[in-house]
């Protein structure tokens, strides 16, 4: 099964690719993620600014969406293909993991209608549905169904990264998913598994379901409703699982709000959990019985990881007393310490919903896929309509949204204090500088665009007290006059840095007020 782009897409993209052409070609860029970014909406990585705000850039929906759709009747994803999901380029091979959801109403129980299943892809844009081979659904193995062990397991949602760093290759892959167990009613919560190749997984314990649901004695978690994963991710030595729940914190807040729980070993699971991020809406209680109700966030934060920054995407969920007046955007968000995420702008909608009639239409959905492409970035998102919860028509596929390359947000100067006559301030510096770096011999790109001979970037290089480099300061300063996505900015000076130092970057010329400032990435010279 092969989902082709139309003609009406590749337009797009090659106008995309023509509006922002950088002065150095896509098959030259380096992989952003290996390296150190600040991002000029990180104002932990820029905190020191004078009359310059951030602007975020609102991506566009790609015209082929939904790039991978629901299956023919009886396919294993003919009711849905739910993107709480994950990507991971190898090589050159885009891999996908996604929750299939089948038609088989007469004979599936609620829990294993839901499987988790795989796709793959050259380009990012156009995705196959491999026949695997692995699992038996109605008769044949003609299927792209994985092999999960001791299933089969009803899953909503499911989060894989790659661990080149596990000395155990049956380790090599980690997935976290959304599992039922019963108590009472039925409960969400974490089993991870993992996996040689990324086809065929066992759980890290040996647990089997029974009637697609964990025993209450196999629960990693405390036995409570948490409904993971939105996110997985590795940071400081430990994994991180992100999800939501209720239940209450150190603070009482309504609704559902961001939670991680982590492991050192990806099999024992702290029983404590951080209180990732809470809107603030939240903060006013609305009392028991109206927890759909109100503004709240929505299964967790599915994160792409730069390294010294994670980027993430979470669920806006706008409540009611009824699911057919509830609907769900996608917000952005960042963290530096892996903890604790915030909002660069407030309450500031990334990935909208469709409008009624388009095929994400009611509620967006969060997925753990953000890739670089030639000179654009690829954001994955699903869908899932949570005003027809109770009647679950056709639901899902997947998406995309993009903005160019690494470009999400900027430092662009601020004109709010130019106004005419008596009203007009004195001529302000636009200027910042970086918090403090710890890097041997490096090397400084820009990403920004908007420059030229009237608008440019002065660069200096300041040690870790904000004193000048004279070799690299003042007269020596680089001056950047050139658009690109990873301009290189180089001194002439050879003399030796100290250990830590700071950036100062200055907006200057008439026409300065067309600098886009997205990104500056910091590599190792050695």
Not at 190 to 215: I, M, N, Q, R
Not at 220 to 241: C, N, R, T, V
Not at 297 to 326: F, Q, Y
Request: glycine content about 10%; cysteine-free.
């Amino acid at each position: 099964m092969t989902i082709r782009t139309s003609f009406r897409a590749w337009n797009w993209l090659l106008a995309s690719a023509l509006l922002y052409v950088p002065v150095s070609h896509a098959a030259d860029l380096f992989d952003e993620t290996k390296v150190t970014t600040l991002f000029g909406f990180d104002t932990v990585s820029i905190p020191h600014t004078q009359n310059l705000r951030i602007e975020m850039r609102q991506p566009k929906k790609h015209p082929a969406n939904p790039v991978v759709k629901r299956g023919a009747p009886g396919t294993p994803d003919a009711q849905g293909v739910q993107f709480y999901g994950s990507i991971i380029k190898e090589g050159a091979k885009y891999r996908m993991w996604y929750v299939a959801f089948d038609d088989d109403k007469e004979n599936s129980e609620a829990s294993n209608r839901w499987r988790a299943a795989y796709a793959e892809s050259t380009d990012g844009l156009n995705w196959t549905k491999p026949n695997l081979g692995l699992v038996e659904y109605k008769g044949n193995k003609n299927n792209n169904l994985l092999d999960m062990g001791g299933g089969p397991w009803g899953f909503v949602n499911v989060k894989v990264l790659k661990d080149d760093a596990d000395p155990d290759a049956s380790r090599r892959y980690k997935m976290t998913s959304h599992i039922y167990f019963r108590h009472q009613t039925r409960l969400g919560n974490l089993l991870p598994f993992v996996s040689a190749d990324g086809l065929t997984w066992k759980p890290v314990k040996d647990v089997k379901s029974v009637k697609s649901e964990l025993l209450m004695k196999d629960v990693l978690l405390p036995a409570i409703h948490f409904e993971p994963s939105g996110g997985l991710y590795q940071w400081d030595g430990m994994f991180y699982a992100s999800g939501q729940n209720s239940m209450n914190s150190t603070r009482p807040y309504h609704g559902r709000v961001t939670r991680m729980y982590r492991s050192a070993d990806f099999v024992n699971w702290s029983q404590t959990n951080t209180l990732g991020f809470v809107r603030h809406f939240q903060h006013t209680l609305l009392g028991p019985g109206r927890s759909r109700e109100g503004e709240q966030t929505h299964e967790g934060i599915s994160v792409w990881n730069r390294g010294n920054v994670l980027l993430g995407v979470s669920g806006i969920w706008h409540g009611a007393k009824e699911w057919k007046d509830l609907t769900i955007d996608l917000g952005f968000m960042i963290s530096n310490d892996g903890n604790q995420f915030r909002e660069p702008a407030h309450e500031w909608v990334f990935i909208p919903r469709g409008k009624d009639g388009e095929w994400d239409q009611g509620g967006v959905i969060q997925a753990q896929g953000f890739e670089n492409i030639g000179e654009e970035t690829f954001i994955y998102y699903g869908t899932w309509d949570p005003r027809h919860w109770q009647d679950a028509p056709p639901r899902g596929g997947v998406g995309i949204v993009a903005v160019p390359r690494d470009r999400l947000g900027d430092l662009v100067v601020e004109t709010a204090g130019k106004g005419p006559g008596d009203y007009q301030l004195p001529e302000i510096v636009s200027e910042f500088v970086t918090a403090a770096l710890t890097v041997k011999k490096p090397k400084f790109f820009l990403n920004a665009e908007g420059l030229g001979e009237k608008a440019t970037l002065k660069v200096e290089l300041l040690d870790h007290v904000e004193r000048p480099l004279p070799g690299y300061s003042g007269k020596n300063a680089v001056v950047i006059s050139q658009n690109g996505f990873q301009t290189p900015v180089e001194w002439k000076s050879t003399e030796a840095l100290p250990e830590r130092m700071k950036l100062h970057v200055v907006f200057e010329g008439e026409k300065n007020t067309d600098i886009r400032l997205s990104a500056i990435y910091v590599r190792d010279g050695k």
